[in-house]
């Protein structure tokens, strides 16, 4: 076990409605949660609550192929929901997880009968939380206002991403009594080509798949800003999170757990360990002693307007050492910035002040502020 209090660095100890999380990493519902070994272990590495993989009548049944590579750090997958009947859930895998020690999260859906049916069993069996999943907007309100009746435990409502206002249902959900939101699901439909196959990689009855890890991030940190600034105390953000700066964006705008699937696929499910320990590092050298001090911080220095100004540069290898990488030369579209090194010289009539020669350096040798 993972011993989360010799930690270096912040403390990641947080809570969610209340309910008291050893860290702020979640793994999130997906095929490491198929059962409870997958979800002890990622308690055991670190995770501050595990989400069952998504509960239904009837167990799933998945095409072969149903989970492909995209790029380093994503896939595409076209996995259904738990290929195990809800009664194994019930008797096995929950009450397991429980006696392991994890924070459970049983997810439940797509349906308002499947609701009706699963989630009083659910908190029976020693879940903490419900996290409700639907396809459409219109039936995660109903499915909620049938679960509020029923437990009372915490419910979470997962958002996604292809849905036409999943910030504006955030909203509806947490005037319904939605205890937190978690945002988002996976992004689709997409496709991915095996070239050596000629043909669709993904084995699902038209090919396509649903695209998580770190492509998506972007598009679910800005739906997870939009929540926050729309007011919700307890967001757990979800999508594309790799590495502990990935987690600290989060956590910035408001988020105050992270949900992480597939970079954990990708690269073991004991990784929840060294998201911990970097995170920790990280939010220490930025300044943060604890997770409530971090989250939020960037969501009052959203611009009100568009920002029109010059980068005035700093080139400091003695404060942070250039590498002589070449990065920050070869990025710039109008050929303003040369470097012979350790000379590095801008030509301000055709620098743009875009801002992408800055973005790149690996080491911050070069810097920018906004003037004027
Ligand atoms: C193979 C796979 C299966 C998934 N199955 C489920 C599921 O059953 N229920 C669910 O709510 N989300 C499911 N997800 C979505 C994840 O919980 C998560 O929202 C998404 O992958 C984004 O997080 P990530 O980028 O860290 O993977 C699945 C994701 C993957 C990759
Ligand atoms: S800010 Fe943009 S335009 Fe200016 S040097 Fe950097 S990359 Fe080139
Ligand atoms: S990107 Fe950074 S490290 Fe690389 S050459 Fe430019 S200043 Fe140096």
């Not at 096995?92 to 429980?98: C, D, G, Q, Y």
């Not at 969501?299 to 590498?323: G, H, I, S, T």
Request: hydrophobic content about 40%.
């Amino acid at each position: 076990m993972f011993d989360l209090r010799q930690l270096k660095g912040a403390d990641l100890a947080t809570e969610l409605c209340g309910v008291k999380l050893q860290s702020p990493f979640i793994l999130s519902s997906g095929p490491l949660s198929y059962a409870a070994e997958g979800m002890i272990r990622a308690h055991q590495a670190g995770a501050g609550a595990v989400v069952t993989k998504t509960i239904r009548l009837s167990a799933a049944i998945n095409p072969v192929y149903h989970i492909s590579r995209v790029n380093n750090d994503s896939l595409i997958n076209c996995e259904k929901w738990a290929d195990s009947e809800a009664e194994v859930w019930f008797n096995r895998e929950i009450p397991l997880t429980k006696a392991a020690g994890a924070v459970v999260i049983a997810s439940v859906g797509h349906t308002l009968p499947e609701a009706e049916a699963l989630v009083l069993d659910c908190e029976k069996a020693g879940a903490d939380f419900i996290e409700l999943v639907s396809y459409t907007e219109d039936t995660l309100i109903p499915m909620l206002q049938a679960t509020k009746e029923r437990v009372s435990i915490p419910v979470i409502c997962k958002l996604s991403g292809n849905w036409p206002d999943p910030v504006g249902t955030a909203k509806k959900c947490l005037e319904i009594g939605a205890d937190a939101i978690s945002a988002i699901d996976s992004i689709g439909p997409t496709l991915k080509i095996d070239i050596k196959r000629a043909r669709p990689a993904l084995h699902s009855k038209d090919g396509y798949g649903w695209l998580s890890g770190g492509a998506m991030r972007p598009i679910s940190l800005r739906i997870n800003s939009e929540i926050a600034r729309n007011g919700c105390d307890n967001l757990v953000g979800i999508g594309g999170v790799t590495c502990a700066d990935d987690a600290i964006e989060y956590l910035m705008v408001g988020a105050k757990a992270i949900g992480v699937h597939s970079i954990a696929i990708l690269k073991g499910v004991e990784y929840f360990s060294k998201l911990c320990k970097d995170t920790a590092i990280l939010l220490d050298q930025l300044g943060y002693r604890k997770i409530t001090s971090v989250v939020g911080v960037a969501l009052p220095n959203f611009p009100k307007e568009e920002q029109v100004a010059k980068l005035e540069f700093d080139y400091e290898p003695d404060y942070a050492p250039c590498v002589n990488c070449g990065r920050c030369v070869e990025v710039c579209s109008y050929d303003a910035r040369t470097l012979n090194f350790p000379i590095m010289e801008v030509n301000q009539e055709l620098c743009r002040s875009c801002g992408l020669c800055v973005s790149v350096c690996p080491t911050g040798a070069l810097t920018a502020t906004v003037v004027g």
